[in-house]
């Protein structure tokens, strides 16, 4: 295409028609969709109520502040994945290390109780990858 010309006035878009399959699956859907959407309503209610009632109910009254903070948080991570353009690593350490950051800064208690954590976890698996390395070395 040129870039210059501009496309005829009178071209029109023409649909593909449907094929046998296609109607019939049509048809199909439409029939049974009050059923399906009878039976996912009675489901997703019993569902929801026996496992996410304490969620709800915190959504419904949350304590000062949460939204706003909530919002600087997911706000962090698309930056995060705004930055990391290219490697796929980095698409998910970037927003990951950024909303960590977030947060920590509005709950650090929870960050701190976190760390703690993961500090232990990585020294154990750093010295079971020490102890394998120097069992190879040593074995050879």
């Given at each position: 295409?040129?870039?210059?010309?501009s496309p005829?006035?009178?071209?029109?878009?023409?649909?593909?028609?449907?094929?046998?399959?296609?109607?019939?699956?049509?048809?199909?859907?439409?029939?049974?969709?009050?059923?399906?959407?009878?039976?996912?309503?009675?489901?997703?209610?019993?569902?929801?109520?026996?496992?996410?009632?304490?969620?709800?109910?915190?959504?419904?009254?949350?304590?000062?502040g949460f939204?706003?903070?909530?919002?600087?948080?997911?706000?962090?991570?698309?930056?995060?994945?705004?930055?990391?353009?290219?490697?796929?690593?980095?698409?998910?350490?970037?927003?990951?290390?950024?909303?960590?950051?977030?947060?920590?800064?509005?709950?650090?208690?929870?960050?701190?109780?976190?760390?703690?954590?993961?500090?232990?976890?990585?020294?154990?698996?750093?010295?079971?990858?020490?102890?394998?390395?120097?069992?190879?070395?040593?074995?050879?």
């Amino acid at each position: 295409l040129s870039l210059y010309s501009s496309p005829a006035r009178d071209t029109k878009y023409v649909e593909d028609p449907q094929t046998d399959l296609e109607e019939g699956a049509s048809r199909l859907r439409h029939v049974m969709e009050p059923y399906t959407a009878w039976s996912l309503s009675h489901y997703i209610k019993a569902f929801c109520s026996d496992f996410f009632s304490e969620g709800y109910e915190f959504l419904q009254n949350p304590p000062a502040g949460f939204y706003p903070r909530l919002g600087v948080i997911g706000f962090a991570g698309i930056v995060g994945l705004f930055l990391a353009r290219g490697s796929k690593i980095k698409k998910l350490v970037y927003p990951a290390s950024l909303m960590g950051i977030g947060a920590s800064m509005y709950y650090p208690q929870q960050a701190a109780a976190i760390a703690k954590v993961a500090s232990t976890q990585v020294y154990d698996w750093s010295l079971q990858g020490y102890i394998a390395v120097e069992s190879l070395w040593k074995d050879n």
